[in-house]
């Protein structure tokens, strides 16, 4: 039920994405005063859609909302490269599908064996990505007009700034919540135990601080221990010898009333 709630979420922005793309080239027409061919009205709109895509993810890092929106970019990437992919002929085109079917099975195995929705999953494809460029930039050295494959070029090194931006702009806290906050607010290190001088919010830093005491002196080497609660500290297991259960990317477990 959540996979297919993100698929409609991931078609409503591509749809959203398109139309105001197919806005801005109507508009770009109309105020260029010509017609353009089939081919480049096509390339146009690649690059309305480009431009929509790089301002909402730029609009969406100042906005701390959600971490994962590049995802629906590197779904863009991957379904342009699938569009031009009859261009590649012999070692690039075996290239290409060798990279796209290796990140498509990462992608499956992640939804399979991890409880991540599928916005965060598809980072998972990266090997598909990262060849979908193969097919994209061979399309645009074989267009007659130059300005198309100069901006998808500026299109790709704007996205790697954000993406870099995105980096050191955002973090992940220790408290445990699932959003990302700021790396200019609330800042605090941590300076004791295998978390040793990573930097997160006060909240993370203070359960840091102290459950590692504790740690040391409830939980003995060979224990097994399980965590219940929704801000726990789960890096016990890098403490000493113990074996931890609890909540984490790989199983969510839910807990009856009567056993605890």
Not at 13 to 30: D, K, Y
Not at 68 to 85: D, E, R
Not at 86 to 105: D, F, M, P, Q, W
Not at 137 to 161: D, M, N, T
Request: net charge positive.
């Amino acid at each position: 039920m959540n996979y297919g709630k993100n698929i409609l979420a991931q078609i409503l922005v591509f749809l959203a994405v398109g139309s105001i793309a197919l806005i801005l080239c109507t508009l770009a027409r109309a105020l260029a005063g010509r017609k353009w061919e089939s081919r480049k009205k096509i390339w146009y709109w690649v690059s309305s859609c480009c431009t929509v895509f790089l301002v909402g993810f730029f609009a969406n890092i100042l906005s701390l909302e959600n971490r994962c929106a590049y995802s629906t970019i590197f779904l863009f990437i991957i379904g342009l490269g699938a569009c031009n992919a009859r261009v590649l002929k012999g070692a690039e085109k075996r290239i290409y599908v060798s990279g796209i079917t290796i990140g498509c099975l990462g992608f499956i195995a992640t939804l399979m064996l991890s409880n991540l929705p599928l916005s965060v999953s598809v980072a998972y494809s990266l090997l598909a990505i990262i060849v979908s460029f193969i097919t994209i930039e061979k399309q645009i050295q074989g267009l007659p007009y130059q300005k198309a494959g100069r901006s998808i070029h500026c299109y790709f090194w704007i996205l790697v700034l954000l993406l870099a931006f995105r980096c050191a702009y955002t973090r992940i806290p220790l408290s445990g919540k699932g959003q990302i906050c700021s790396s200019f607010s609330n800042m605090s290190i941590v300076r004791d135990g295998p978390a040793l001088g990573i930097i997160s919010n006060e909240e993370g830093v203070c359960i840091q601080r102290d459950t590692f005491p504790e740690w040391k002196e409830f939980i003995h080497p060979g224990d097994k221990v399980w965590i219940v609660g929704g801000v726990v500290d789960t890096l016990g297991y890098l403490y000493q010898d113990v074996e931890v259960a609890g909540p984490s990317t790989m199983s969510t477990p839910f807990y009856s009333e009567n056993i605890l």
